[in-house]
């Protein structure tokens, strides 16, 4: 990953800006290229914090790791996060993990496998997880 407090790339013109230009550590709003409801509301800060989390799902990070990331506050980023996403950080890691274990249920690999590869702790981990999401285990979603 770049160094997101060095510079970072513009989407509304496809430059790179310099952090310099910009109010103090991103307390401006600039616009990122992917969000859920409206990709031109997003600011960097939340849609670099949702890309590490895509890139590093399986792995534990903490709001002070993601905070330390982009250059703010813990309890900042997590409202930031919230009003863009609807949800804080680590709600939006354990869909994204569960998003990759229905594709690999799908795939046919066992519980065990698919809860280990997707960062959850065991398979009673990632089936109460599921099932709070889904509304299903991951047995039945594998039946379908």
Not at 114 to 133: E, N, P, Y
């Amino acid at each position: 990953l770049r160094d997101f407090r060095n510079s970072w790339n513009c989407v509304c013109c496809m430059t790179m800006v310099p952090i310099t230009r910009q109010k103090p550590v991103l307390r401006s709003i600039v616009h990122a290229p992917t969000c859920i409801v409206n990709r031109a509301d997003c600011p960097i800060a939340v849609s670099f914090c949702r890309d590490y989390i895509a890139d590093h799902y399986c792995q534990n990070i903490s709001l002070t790791e993601l905070s330390r990331l982009v250059g703010l506050n813990a309890s900042y980023l997590t409202r930031l996060f919230r009003k863009h996403m609807g949800m804080p950080p680590h709600s939006w890691q354990i869909q994204v993990r569960i998003h990759r274990a229905k594709e690999l249920i799908r795939q046919g690999l066992p519980l065990v496998e698919v809860a280990a590869i997707t960062g959850f702790s065991d398979q009673s981990h990632l089936t109460r997880h599921f099932r709070k999401s889904l509304g299903i285990t991951p047995g039945v979603y594998g039946c379908k």
